[in-house]
Nanobody, 123 residues
Framework: VQLQASGGGLVQAGGSLRLSCAASGGAFSDSTMGWFRQGLGKEREFVAA????????QYSDSVKGRFTISRDNTKKLVYLQMNNLSPEDTAVYYCAAQDELRVGSLDGPYDYWGQGTLVTVSS
């Protein structure tokens, strides 16, 4: 499975961005997908995840109510809509996928990782 994240950039505090993750290979429509982020000098942290059908989602407390994860299985895309961004959201954002055979939970573990896209929020 190959994952390609895009959509990062520079935005002012209070603004919005939508990240996209394109998947190729594997059985995307059967895979749980997630977004993680890593700020400078920080450990990578879970942001959001969505199950194969889109019927279940999970968010970290820090983004709940501001971020929305969604997916389009026909296009093999997963999105992260980020609203009301703050400087604390500045990080490299990574999309990840669970192998379709894994019986895991939405917050992990994940088997495949994309290269990351940088989100910078200015104050």
């Amino acid at each position: 499975v190959q994952l390609q994240a895009s959509g990062g950039g520079l935005v002012q505090a209070g603004g919005s961005l939508r990240l996209s993750c394109a998947a190729s290979g594997g059985a995307f429509s059967d895979s749980t997908m997630g977004w993680f982020r890593q700020g400078l000098g920080k450990e990578r942290e879970f942001v959001a995840a969505i199950n194969w059908s889109g019927g279940y989602t999970q968010y970290s407390d820090s983004v709940k109510g501001r971020f929305t994860i969604s997916r389009d299985n026909t296009k093999k895309l997963v999105y992260l809509q980020m609203n009301n961004l703050s400087p604390e959201d500045t990080a490299v954002y990574y999309c990840a996928a669970q192998d379709e055979l894994r019986v895991g939970s939405l917050d992990g573990p994940y088997d495949y990782w994309g290269q990351g896209t940088l989100v910078t929020v200015s104050s």
